[in-house]
């Protein structure tokens, strides 16, 4: 009898037990932080309005914090567990940080995957544990080189007349990714790598662009048409712009850009073209609105993101803009 009793006061406690943690869990608010490199860029604000409507969707808590270096980031990351975030998602201002975020994060008992930038150990290999989204850099730099290409041939240009400005960043790996996919969809269509120009900017705005491509079109002043390319559609602009304060307008320069947000939009909107003739545009929806999705899984379903998920691109031109603008939201 005693143990009878003593068996159901067990059982009574433990359901209880198990009841007061499944509503402590519930009654937990979601809060993913959302940490971007450059949070100006227009990129970058397009991802925090779409993790903005996952977060509505899904009834959790954004914080969006823009980390411009390290010391920033890591003061981010203490920021966040101090509000009782249970995870974040990162575009870190220098990939070499990935195992210092990977650490913090631990300490802190957060969870992270990193969006754009992949993050990668001291020896620079990809973080495997980190999951990651992203772009398959080389592959969208191949469509770049092939629009470039094509445009020169509908043009009736001689490769060997032209100039391949290369707006270089080569310490991020997909920056130089993106302009390797570039550069050997050239060659495969036959222009002489001999004419291709290196401009190396030191940060990935427009205006290091401008300063880096008006050093170069200054030096080899024997082109007098232009292809130019580069990791962003920031990169593109400078370079362009450089172009025009040379002389060099939309009928002797074909920039495509990779990205597709305002910078692009706001160059196709002027009402006579200039050398910005396109961009790839990939797709801020899916980085900003899949990937706090998936952050929001993996803390309140235990589910991980897959370790890495890789996003598609489209070229855009004046001619489709309207119609791409709208399928991506
Ligand atoms: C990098 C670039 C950004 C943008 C993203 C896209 O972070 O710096 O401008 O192109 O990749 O993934």
Redesign the pocket.
Known sequence: MKIKLLAAALTATLAAAAFTTHTAQAADPVKIGFLV??AE?P?FQDEWRFAEQAAKEKGFTLVKIGVPNGEKMMAAIDNLAAQKAQGFVI?APDVKLGAAVERQAKRQNLKVMS???RLVDGAGKPIASIPHM??SGYEIGRQVGLGLAEEMKARGWKPEEVGALRIAYDQ?P??KERTQGAVDALKESGFPLANIVDAPQSR?DTESAFNAANIALTKQARFKRWVAFG??D?AVLGAVRAAEGRGLRADSVIGIG??GSKTALNEFAKPAATGFYGTVQ?SPKR?GYESSLMMHQWITANQAPAAVTLTKGTLMTRKNQAELVKAGG
Request: with cysteine; proline share 0%.
């Open positions: 490199k450059q860029e990129w575009c969006v754009d930038d992203g772009i991020l997909t920056a990935t990791l962003n920031e990779i990205g990939i980085h």
